[in-house]
């Protein structure tokens, strides 16, 4: 009679157990998890095995938990149906959601990298090249598409075209999708990322959204650095204050591609064009954006770092993207000399390179 009640209560304990880890598997892989891989691919190699397959995704953050995964696929999932393929994955997502798109495999899509500081002119070129196959496939003829401002409207009633608001970032897209589609797929990222409160922030600086989003353009180009950005936005500020020229070299660079014939130098023609854009001629504000923004740049016109600098150069000890900061030109010119001297040097140690190559392969 005692073996009889050990045995029921042993069995007790296991219905018990079983229950309690059923509702744990149910619940983990059930619970949405949020990632920071959502606007990357990951890529399952073939041969992969199904732990191997859930062990790269824990390890990459987009499942939680790697035990109850593993669990679930074995008792009441089909391991032979997680495919080898490039995913992207929403955030958040659940594990059986994550585990539905491994069963699809490789979709027929395409990556389409945009990168912070793009201009227009270089994201047509980059859509047709990576869509030969869809019309328009020729940069100007996508161009042109960008000229159409209707979806932003309501934000920049002023801009001429779409520059700026094509949101720098990694896409997926369909192989058969249209260039006007891709575009308006990038104008409503930009859109997600856009607070409607940033309108309101941008009045009480005095400025329209569009001029944000220009200021914005010219940190971006300006610096990679982050931290630095507001420091450039504020460096903006007061010389826009003060009616003196941004002479930031990068809407040359931009003047240069609207007019075709960027070279990869910048010519002293480049700096002396009668244009608004030109930054070394014109005092104020360019008409518009000359690149495409993150949210980084937008964030720093729109909360720039009050400071008394006028100038900046690079910082040619770290060599690491950061700048000098300068309030007076005598100090800017000794940066300048010293950044300028940095500049030969890393010229005569290429042209040295060359000529050491050249050598060798003669």
């Not at 700096?271 to 690149?291: A, C, F, H, Q, W």
């Amino acid at each position: 009679m005692k073996i009889v009640k050990i045995i029921f209560v042993l069995l007790i304990l296991a219905i018990v157990g079983i229950a309690g880890g059923s509702y744990w598997v149910y619940d983990s892989v059930s619970a949405p998890h949020k990632h920071d891989k959502a606007n990357q691919f990951v890529i399952i190699e073939r041969g992969s095995t199904p732990k191997q397959i859930i062990a790269k995704l824990t390890d990459e953050g987009i499942l939680a938990s790697y035990m109850a995964t593993v669990i679930y696929v074995r008792v009441l999932g089909d391991s032979g149906k997680l495919q080898a393929g490039e995913y992207q994955f929403a955030s958040p997502i659940t594990p059986l959601e994550v585990l539905k798109e491994l069963e699809k495999g490789e979709t027929q899509t395409t990556k389409l990298t945009i990168p912070e500081g793009y201009t227009r002119f270089d994201i047509a070129k980059r859509i047709a090249e990576k869509f030969p196959q869809n019309p328009p496939a020729d940069d100007k003829a996508i161009l042109t598409l960008m000229d159409d401002v209707t979806l932003i409207k309501d934000v920049a009633p002023t801009a001429k075209n779409l520059e700026g608001y094509m949101y720098p970032s990694t896409y997926s897209f369909p192989k058969q999708m249209a260039a006007k589609d891709i575009i308006k797929t990038m104008v409503e990222q930009f859109r997600k990322i856009w607070k409607p409160e940033w309108t309101q922030t941008a009045n009480a600086l005095g400025r329209t959204p569009h001029e944000i989003v220009t200021i914005a353009s010219l940190i971006e180009t300006e610096t990679g650095v982050e931290a630095e950005r507001p420091i450039v936005a504020g460096i903006i500020n007061n010389r826009l204050a003060k009616h003196i020229p941004l002479g930031i070299d990068q809407t040359n660079v931009y003047i240069a591609k609207m007019m075709g014939r960027w070279d990869g130098v910048i010519n002293k023609s480049d700096l002396e064009v009668d244009s608004p854009y030109n930054t070394r001629k014109k005092t104020g504000i360019p008409p518009g954006p000359i690149s495409s923004v993150s949210e980084s740049s937008l964030k720093a016109a729109l909360n720039p770092t009050p400071n008394d600098y006028l100038f900046y150069v690079r910082n040619v000890d770290l060599n690491d993207g950061s700048h000098w900061f300068y309030s007076s030109a005598a100090e800017f010119e000794k940066g300048k000399a010293k950044y300028q001297k940095w500049l030969e040097q890393q010229r005569e140690e290429k042209r040295a390179e060359q000529n050491s190559n050249k050598a060798n392969n003669d």
